[in-house]
């Protein structure tokens, strides 16, 4: 886990304790300041990966957020392949259009590997999600193309079913509410399991990754996360799955299940299924794909939450 880092002399220096759903990118926002700055302060490796409980230094800023009128400030990105403008945007809890008005880039559809984005650091996105104004004759699709946010996703992060009715002058999420608290996991799902942050990566079904994919051995062992109640359900994407509810009311998925485990009302750390490839990860890498759902709404980022509890 990356810790607080003792930087002597370090003059103007507030201090933030990590949360669960925290990303660099919104911390910076709310302090004013980058996550350039950040990451250098902490001596981290790797801006995307901070974790709940521990201590970030935030440079020039204070132990509370700024109410000052300080210009917004910008960090920077580059482009990898597979990247699209769209995933970039979700990643930085920004839009696409953000990202093109902001590098003035013609063709959003186009972004160059190796290509440098500035990405502004706060504004809308420092408040856990970024919101859409509806225009008068908006439709789902509509605004979908004009943010380049899927329409599928727009409609998951707002609680919108068919026939997806907008109310002129009304605000839509463009995105999973990342910085939704939720309890810390009382148990790793999948022990000795292997995963990284594929939170937002492409996909050709959904077009958004809203889990973190754990890959281990055949039938290795998952466990449930908290107190609560498993429920079994099989279908023809997640394979045999299990819902699980927390007794605070966070629903966690569990995906492509070899075989169940125990079901009904269970406590932390009692097997509910083994891992597998069900589903349409049939032939695939064995692995568990893990949501988190606080309240049983939009989902939100497990990755700190794992790297926390299994790490």
């Not at 950040?38 to 981290?44: K, R």
């Amino acid at each position: 886990m990356v810790g607080a880092v003792a930087l002597a002399g370090l003059a103007g220096t507030g201090r933030h304790s990590v949360r669960p759903g925290d990303t660099l990118s919104a911390i910076a926002g709310r302090y004013r300041t980058t996550m350039a700055a950040i990451a250098a302060a902490n001596g981290l490796k790797d801006p995307n990966r901070i974790f709940a409980g521990s201590t970030l230094m935030i440079p020039d800023g204070s132990d509370a957020p700024s109410g000052s009128s300080t210009a917004p400030s910008t960090t920077t990105y580059v482009v990898r392949a597979g990247d699209t403008l769209a995933s970039i945007a979700r990643r930085f809890g920004t839009t696409a259009a953000v990202l093109q008005s902001t590098n003035g880039i013609k063709n959003p559809n186009i972004v160059v590997i190796g290509q440098t984005l500035n990405i502004p650091a706060h504004g809308p996105a420092a408040s856990g999600a970024v919101l859409e104004k509806v225009r008068a004759g908006d439709t789902l699709k509509s605004v979908a193309a004009r943010t380049g946010v899927p329409a599928e996703l727009i409609a998951a992060a707002n609680g919108l079913n068919p026939p997806y009715s907008l109310y002129t002058g009304g605000q839509l999420y463009l995105g999973m509410r990342n910085s939704v608290p939720t309890a810390p996991l009382a148990a790793c799902p999948a022990p000795g399991g292997r995963f990284m942050n594929d939170w937002g990566f492409p996909r050709a079904d959904t077009g958004f990754h809203e889990g973190n994919d754990l890959m281990g051995k055949r039938r290795a062992p998952l466990l449930a996360v908290a107190n609560g109640t498993a429920t079994q359900k099989v279908g023809p994407v997640g394979g045999n799955q299990v819902k699980f509810t927390a007794d605070d009311g966070t629903v966690y998925w569990y995906s492509h299940l070899d075989s169940f485990g125990k079901s009904g009302r269970v406590r932390a750390g009692t097997v509910i299924g083994a891992m597998g490839d069900s589903g349409d990860a049939k032939g695939g890498p064995v692995h568990l794909h893990f949501e988190v759902h606080p309240g049983g709404g939009a989902a939100m980022n497990p990755y700190p939450l794992l790297v926390a509890a299994c790490r």
